[in-house]
């Protein structure tokens, strides 16, 4: 059985298990209790086990694979093609994402369907969570082209990539802008030098990679614990009481990944959907069990390598910045969030508004860490500029851990069929050229 079966297999038993043990506990409460305590005490420790493994190469691997995918180009002049065809489809896949969410948001009416009671009730079980997010955002600066500068150039690189705080990762753009000028720099070598810098990155890429092979042999196990322990953890009366909007949401990104992304790659990298995303299927359940787009970005560097074939100059240069900035599932999730809760409050957002909260939610997407609720203060900053009390995020917050889980898939997938497509079209350029 192979290590995507395996994975797909423990995700399926955690689901059936937990779901079992939520059935158990509607006649026997303690059991229910019981467990609950079990997933704290000893699932999520072994799923974070294999969580850090993930963590701790992602700072080295952004670095090496993205510099290294630089330098690979040869000619500088080359880069501006590579980023012109990303920065394009990200753009586009974040704007389609929020707009399909908004239409169904429109279509389903979900805050119509929560009674005030139930949005009190939800709002007093999780209020700590929603003022400590309210709190988070309002302690960020507004954006600014100085804030802009500080986020990209900061004046300590290494402490800002470290971080001043062990629980977190630090901050990826200016590690992001450093391996682009690391790799910028490396084309103006000499041939000699430039092929043993090449070689110098290209050995710790294969080095962190041999440590994700380590922990994805975790991932049959470690991915049935973590499943297992939110589903037990969130209850399925909270999901019930969204479950309009959850459903909602998920058939929003559902549309979007294997609506819009499978129409892209049958049309822009003309290959078949169905074996895209069999190939895939890896990435995928990593980055629904971590939460975690930079978690998922060894996994997808791997796969976009060793099973979809992609040259390392692209997938070294679409997949980092594709972690941190193509969050086209948050974006989507964003705009479903605020207008969610503008209608359980009874706001009304008129179409123009709404064109306003698309922008709006692709640009605090791109701002969002790619670590597990890293969305929730900049939902609380969408709905504070639209007029919406920003603590209802509150009714949400129950439920946020599992819509992560599947926005987090949606940005991911969406990440390597960016890659794709930029890897076949830029070959298609290549060979035109070659012959004329």
Not at 187 to 194: C, F, V
Request: proline content about 5%; some cysteine; aromatic content about 6%.
């Amino acid at each position: 059985m192979s290590l995507a079966t395996r994975i797909l297999w423990g995700l399926v038993i955690g689901i059936v298990a937990a779901l079992a043990t939520l059935a158990i506990g509607q006649w026997h409460a303690p059991t229910l209790a019981f467990m609950q305590r079990v997933s704290s005490a000893v699932f999520d420790p072994f799923g974070q086990v294999f969580l850090r493994l993930l963590f701790f190469v992602v700072i080295p691997l952004v670095f090496s694979s993205l510099a290294s995918g630089i330098v690979q180009l040869g000619q500088l002049n080359r880069l501006g093609p590579l980023a012109a065809r990303t920065f394009a489809l990200f753009a586009a896949n974040m704007v389609i994402g929020v707009a399909i969410g908004l239409v169904l948001m429109n279509l389903l009416q979900p805050g119509h369907h929560i009674d005030p009671l139930t949005a009190q009730k939800l709002m007093a079980e999780y209020g700590g969570s929603a003022v400590q997010s309210v709190r988070t955002h309002a302690e960020q600066p507004g954006l600014s082209l100085g804030l802009l500068v500080e986020m990209f150039m900061p004046r300590n690189l290494f402490g800002a990539v470290v971080g001043n705080n062990r629980g977190v990762i630090g901050d990826v753009l200016p590690l992001i802008l450093f391996a682009i000028l690391v790799g910028a720099a490396g084309t103006q070598l000499a041939p000699d030098k430039r092929q043993r810098l090449q070689d110098g990155l290209d050995l710790i890429s294969e080095l962190m990679t041999k440590i994700v092979d380590f922990a994805l042999q975790l991932a049959p196990y470690a991915v049935p614990a973590m499943i297992y322990s939110v589903i037990v953890k969130v209850g399925l009366d909270v999901v019930l009481a969204l479950s309009v909007f959850v459903v909602g949401c998920l058939l929003a990104m559902a549309l979007h990944l294997f609506g819009t992304m499978s129409l892209w790659i049958a049309l822009l990298a003309r290959k078949s959907p169905w074996a895209f995303f069999k190939n895939i299927r890896p990435v995928l359940v990593t980055a629904f069990s971590t939460s975690s787009s930079n978690a998922t970005l060894p996994t997808s560097l791997a796969i976009a390598q060793e099973e979809l074939k992609l040259r390392p100059t692209t997938s070294g240069f679409v997949l980092p910045l594709g972690a941190t900035m193509n969050m086209s599932g948050t974006a989507l999730f964003e705009g479903c969030v605020v207008l969610f809760i503008a209608q359980v409050f009874g706001v009304e957002l008129s179409l123009a508004t709404q064109v306003i909260m698309l922008l709006l939610a692709v640009l605090s997407a791109v701002a969002v860490s790619g670590i597990p609720g890293g969305s929730l203060p900049m939902i609380a900053g969408l709905l504070a500029t639209f007029g919406i009390p920003p603590e209802g995020i509150g009714i949400i917050i129950g439920v946020d851990r599992l819509l992560d889980m599947a926005r987090t898939t949606v940005n991911v997938g969406s990440d390597i069929v960016t890659a794709q497509i930029v890897d076949d079209s830029l070959k298609r350029a290549e060979a035109r050229n070659a012959q004329a």
